[in-house]
């Protein structure tokens, strides 16, 4: 089972710019397709963007054109851009693998406020 490590969030002000890094205890070049998610205080956790291996991509309406997700399968990494970032964008991020046949991790809070 692969082990996911997300970071790179923080504190910023509506209209900055993140960049989220989703490391991997594993090897995820196997994985057809991987995930973002977030869950905001009080909300289900949603699946805001994907990438498959061969680098098609998808993204929820609330994110796209704002955020670009994508991988690195030798650095068995998962990163996703997040730009023009709104107060709504605040949640904790999370990834994983389109089948979730793993864990989730700990995430990593992004908070956008003024």
């Known amino acids: 089972q692969v082990q996911f490590v997300e970071s790179g969030g923080g504190s910023v002000q509506p209209g900055g710019s993140l960049r989220l890094s989703c490391a991997a205890s594993?090897?995820?070049?196997?994985?057809?397709?991987m995930g973002w998610y977030r869950q905001a205080p009080g909300k289900q956790r949603e699946l805001i963007a994907t990438?498959?291996?061969?680098?098609?991509?998808d993204y929820d309406e609330s994110v796209k054109g704002r955020f670009t997700i994508s991988r690195d399968d030798a650095k068995n990494t998962v990163s996703m851009q997040m730009n023009r970032l709104k107060p709504e964008d605040t949640a904790v991020y999370y990834c994983?693998?389109?089948?979730?046949?793993?864990?989730w991790g700990q995430g990593t809070q992004v908070t956008v406020s003024s």
């Open positions: 990438v498959t291996g061969g680098g098609n991509t």
């Open positions: 994983m693998d389109w089948q979730r046949r793993n864990s």
């Open positions: 594993g090897s995820i070049f196997g994985i057809y397709s």
